[in-house]
C-alpha cells in the first residue's frame, strides 16, 4: 500500500489533477466548492499499472493557498511520493518553494513533478524556460531529479505518461515495515448515524484488526476497533502505509482531536519535551534564536513550542544544530519522525528536522559536551548506541520497557539486547538491565552515600541498611545484589544492619569517653535498677548514646529501659538458666529472682520474646526455638 501527497501552488491544478486520475474529487467541503479552492484534506485513491504487477494507491490532496499551508503540513507527513504540481502558464511561484522546502525537511525523496495546464501554453519556449526554471529550483532537494511531466487534466494530455512514472516511481519506493507497533496520526474525526467515532490517517509501523484494543494519545483514552476500511472497502486488517479508516467504540467523537494519534497500547505516549536535530533554512528571513515561540508540526499535530538551542548562541539561515522544544500541550511521537518549526505570525516556514528523543525527561543545560555528545549519538543511530542511551535515561528497567522505548525494530533490538548482555556492555540483575557505566556509576553512588553519611553522622557506626536503599532509590532486587558485589569487593562492611566504609570506626573525644566511663560505673553500680533511656541521654548526650547501642556496649530493651551489656548479659542469663532447670517463668518469679520491680521484669521478658529467645504461653514463659 502506497500513498501519494500533492503539493504546489494555490490554483496551479492540484485538486483538478487529483479528479483527472482517480475520478474522485477530492474537495469535499462547500466553501472548497464555492471558492474553487482547496482550504483542507483531500482524499482520493486509483490503482495504478496492470494485472498482477498493479498497485492500489491512495492520495492526499492538500491545500496550496499560503492561508492554508498549515493545513497542508497535516497530510504530508505520511506520504510515500510527492506529486509536485507546477502550472505551465504561472511556473515556480512563492508556495512551489515553500512546499519543495518542506518536503526536503521531511525528507520526501521520491517524487514526480506534473508541469499543469500546458494546453494554455502556446509558446515551446516558454514551457522550455519553465522546465529550466523548475530544474533549478529542485536542484539540492530531495527531488532534485525528478521526472518532469506536461500534462493537462482537461484535455487529457500526458495523463497516460504521467500515471505510467508515477507507477515506475513507486516501485521503487520500499514497502513500509511492519515493526509490530501500529500507530495512526489522526487527519480527520467524524461522526456517523448507527457507527459512532470514525477517525482517518495513514497507518505506520504495524498493522490493525478489527476487535483490536487501542488507545488515543496523549490523552490515553482507550477503546477497541470496531470496524475498518480502505479506500471505501471493508478490511479486517489494514497494513502499513494504507489510508485507513478506524470505526472505534468507547471512545467519542469530541474527546478526539486532529493530530491525536491512534495506536495499539503501549507503543507511543505523549511527550511535552522532545530533543531534536534540526535545519534552518538558507532563505529564512532571520536566525532561529534561544527562547523563540514557533510552532510545531509533527504527523497530524500542530502545537506551539519554544526553542532551547543546545550548542550555539543561535542557529543563522542554512545553519544546522540541536535543539530542545518545550511544548504548549503534550504530543505522541516516537524517535525518527520528521517535523517542521514554522513562525506564528507572520507566517512563515522556518525549518524542520527529526526527532533524536521524545522522552529526554528533563531540561538539558545549553552548551554542555555531555548533551551534544549524546544527540550526536542519538543522531548516527547506530543499534548498539541506540540501546545504550535509551537504557541510560531509564536505567533501571525491564526488558519489556526497554524494547518499548528503544525504537528500534523488535528483532534488531533484542538481537542487539543480546550481544550487549554477553560483552558486559548491559547487565541483567534479577530481571533488571542497567548499563555496565550505570552499574560502576551505582557504586560510585553507594560509596558516596556512606561516605557523607559518616561525615554526618560521625558517631554512628554506619547507615541503616534500608535507609541506604532509600536514599539510593532502588527495589531490593537491585540493591540487594548491588551490596553484596560492594561486599564482597571491600568497597563496604556490613555489621548487623548497618553499612560502613571499612576504615572507619566511631571515635570519642576525651569529654566524651570521660562521659562514657563515668555511664558506665553507673550501671554497674545501679545493678538491675539501670538509670532510664531518658536519664542515660541526659547524661552523655544522643549522639554518644546512640554511638554506644552502635558499638553494643549499651542494650535498650524498650523506649525506657536499658542495659549496659555486662549487665545485660548477666540478667539474661539468669533468665535463661532457670528457664533450663524449671521449663516456665513468669514475670513475678523473675522480679523475685533478679530481685527488682515488674518494670524491669516485663521489659526483659518482651525483650527476649522479640529475640524469640523466650515465647509467651498464656501468663508463662517457654524457652523460644532459637
Known sequence: MYVIGTAGHVDHGKSTLVEALTGIDPDRLAEEKAREMTIDLGFAWLMLGEGAAAIEVGVVDVPGHRDFIENMLAGVGGIDLALFVVAADEGVMPQTKEHLAILDLLEVSAGVVALTKVDLVKEPDWLELVQLDLKDALAGTTLAGAPIV?????????????????????????????????????DRVFSLAGFGTVVTGTLLDGRFQSGDLVEIQPTSLTGRIRGLQTHKARRDVALPGSRTAVNLTGIDKSEVRRGDVLAAPGVVSGTRLLDVAYRHLPDADAPLKHNAEVKLFVGAKEVMARTRVLAEAQLNPGQQGWLQLELSEPVAVLRGDRFILRRPSPGATLGGGTILDPHPGRKHRRFHANVVSRLQTLAQGAPKELLLQVLARLEPTTESKLLAQGELERETAVATLQQLIASGDILLINQQLITHNGWRDLENKLLFVVGNYHQDNP??????????????????????????????????????????????????????????????????????????????????????YQALVDLGEIRPLNAEVVYAQAEYAQFTQAIVQYLRQHKTINAAQVRDLLNTSRKYAIALLEHLDDLKITRRVGDERVLGER
Open 150 to 186: 506536461p500534462v493537462s487534466a482537461r484535455t487529457g494530455t500526458g495523463m497516460a505518461t504521467l500515471r505510467q512514472v508515477l507507477w515506475q516511481r513507486l516501485q521503487a519506493v520500499p514497502p513500509r515495515v511492519d515493526k509490530g507497533r501500529p500507530r495512526l496520526a489522526i
Open 459 to 544: 558517631l554512628r557506626l554506619g547507615i541503616p541498611r534500608e535507609e541506604l536503599r532509600s536514599r539510593l532509590r532502588l527495589q531490593p532486587a537491585l540493591f540487594n545484589p548491588l551490596l553484596s558485589q560492594a561486599v564482597a569487593a571491600n568497597v563496604v562492611s556490613e555489621v548487623g544492619s548497618m553499612i560502613k566504609a571499612p576504615g572507619h570506626a566511631i571515635r570519642f573525644s576525651p569529654e566524651q569517653q570521660t562521659a562514657v566511663n563515668a555511664l558506665l560505673r553507673r550501671f554497674a553500680a545501679a545493678g538491675i535498677n539501670s538509670p532510664s533511656v531518658k536519664e542515660v541521654k541526659a547524661e552523655v548526650g544522643e549522639a554518644v
